[in-house]
RNA sequence: UCCUUUCUAGCUCAGCUGGUUAGAGCACUUGACUGUUAAUCAGGGGGUCCUUGGUUCGAGCCCAAGGAAAGGAGCCA
């Protein structure tokens, strides 16, 4: 087994001989020695190669700059030098690659974020990369070890699905048709499905939510966490066109319960990322500070990045209702003075000016916000008594806007199937959905999250793009 | 998709009112240097000025169309 950079810096065995693999970050060389700065991606530290030549001839090490990938057997010592306090004393130097420096995109010095991004493929090489996807790796963790304590069970929604009725975006087509010569019906020249793969019409998922119902009325609880996919001309640092999605699903759950839930489960993963990644998030507040002072004053967060990640681990999440919400905007000096650009009545759907101002400005922490007029939600949602809301709820999160999207679901068929129908919904198409309220059906509540954002707010990046290994955006599939 | 801004060396950027051979720092390369920390110092090589078309004696700079990127908006997770 190879020894880590991890392990090495770690170690309390000195003098003793180990063997490191890693790339080069920089190295410095003198007349009599060099100093090369190694990383292996086990941490966000790098560990120091001091190489003799008086032991080991310059010429082994020639052509060894930014990018080139070694093996070093050598004795870890107390670092003689300022900035570390050990180093690796090379007794061999080996050379899998090298990285012509002509042409190898990394540089000793500070990139730009959209040249690291356009480089995508040379992301794990960086610092601030490589702490990103750590991060990634343990939010992940974090989730499924959640859950699995609380008894849910992990389940895959299938990408491809045939129904195309649960409108949460725009599909990707998924197709075996010849593209230039399809089969088409004779009667009117449209495409022809039934010769398609799947003998009809299919597409990659939006959401595994509608699976995840039918698995958690009889599962009890469940959660899918998986890729979905939507083909929505949408360019922002918060949209992408391939993401990740996590999904909890839970039966004999009203309301309350989902939105108890959903803050539970957000701090949990939240404090379980403070307390596995402290070397990551430290670079990455680093990272924040630097690109926020090139911002005005105003437009900077009020606290660096882990104070940020504490306060929502250890305050309650504020909750509202709609009505309470547009109350709270309709009263503020902000809208007396028309600063809103987009006006604000009971029925409008919360613009983000509006969310922002009640996460950033009034309530300065994450605010959930429940029972929403049912016109600008989904078929689904469960109808209050006054037959105006839905119990539905959204999480708003500071500088990321609506995290979680949630709602108990209408269970009396009557009622869902009317619904349906005034949405233009085919009810025959959906009947397999249909038959968990036809058949024992039962109160049950679930919410979905999109895990790049929650990646984006606990590693403190600004775009999304940033948080996943290779990006799917508009124009972008490389890599 | 809409609005704003941007596109010059591998990277970050400068380039005057349209005028000779387009510059700097870093990176790379050669050399110097007794432990460096984005090492330092000295020399050298390196350009499809996003693309196409136009105006002009002359375009990196002006005009038009297109492309891409960043930020914001919409849609949303």
């Known amino acids: 087994m190879k020894t880590s950079i991890k392990q090495v810096l770690e170690s309390t065995a000195f003098d003793t001989d180990f063997t490191v693999n890693g790339w080069v970050r920089n190295r410095r060389i003198n007349k009599n020695l060099a100093f090369i700065s190694l990383n292996d991606g086990s941490c966000a530290g790098n560990l120091q190669i001091v190489v003799d030549f008086d032991k080991i001839p310059e010429e082994n090490i020639k052509g060894i700059g930014t990018g080139a990938c070694l093996r070093i057997k050598g004795t870890l010592v107390k670092s003689v030098g300022q900035g570390q306090d050990r180093d690796i004393a090379a ?51 974090a989730v499924h070890k959640y859950f699995n304590d609380k008894g849910f069970y992990y389940i895959n929604a299938p990408i491809i699905t045939a129904s195309d009725a649960e409108g949460a975006g725009e599909m990707f ?66 949209h ?130 429940t029972n929403y007029p049912k016109d600008i939600k989904a078929f689904y949602m469960k109808q209050n008594d006054d037959n105006k809301t839905v119990r539905a709820m959204d999480v708003l999160f500071p500088g990321i806007g609506e995290i979680i999207g949630g709602s108990q679901r209408e269970e009396i068929l009557e009622k869902l199937e009317t619904r349906m129908k005034e949405m233009n919904i085919p009810t025959d198409e959906m009947w397999w959905y249909l038959d968990t309220r036809r058949f024992g059906t039962a109160p049950h509540s ?7 954002r929650l990646v984006l707010f606990v590693s403190g990046m600004t775009n999304i793009r940033d948080v996943i290994p290779f990006p799917r955006s508009p124009k972008n599939a490389d890599f």
């Open 91 to 141: 007794k061999e130097v080996h050379i899998y690659g090298l990285a012509d420096g002509e042409t190898y995109p990394l540089q000793p010095r500070k990139h730009s974020l959209e040249f690291i991004r356009e480089n995508a493929h040379l992301r794990s090489r960086t610092t601030v990369f490589s702490s990103v996807f750590r991060v990634r790796h343990a939010l992940a963790y």
């Open 240 to 369: 992408l066109a391939e993401f990740w999605m996590i999904e909890p699903e839970m039966a004999f759950f009203e309301l309350e319960d989902n939105m108890a839930l959903a803050e539970d489960f957000m701090k949990y993963v939240i404090k379980y990322a403070v307390d596995n990644c402290d070397a990551d998030l430290q670079i990455l507040q680093e990272r924040l500070l630097e690109e926020e002072k090139a911002k005005k004053e105003d437009e900077r967060s009020p606290m660096p990045l882990l104070e940020k990640l504490n306060f929502v681990v250890n305050n309650d999440f504020e909750k509202v209702t709609y009505t309470e919400a547009i109350e709270i905007l309709l009263n503020s000096n902000h809208y007396k003075k028309k600063k809103f650009k987009y006006d604000v009545k009971w029925g409008i759907d919360l613009q983000s000016e509006h969310e922002r101002f009640l996460v950033e400005k009034h309530f300065k922490k994450p605010v959930i916000i």
């Open 173 to 238: 087509r998924v197709t075996t048709l010849d593209l230039n010569n399809p089969a088409r019906n004779k009667e009117d020249g449209s495409i022809n499905f039934k010769e398609d793969f799947f003998g009809k019409s299919t597409h990659l998922t939006v959401s595994g939510q509608l699976e995840g119902e039918l698995m958690a009325l009889g599962l009890g609880n469940i959660y899918t966490f998986g890729p979905t996919f939507r083909a929505e001309n949408s360019n922002t640092t918060r």
């Open 446 to 452: 679930g919410f979905g999250l999109g895990f790049e």
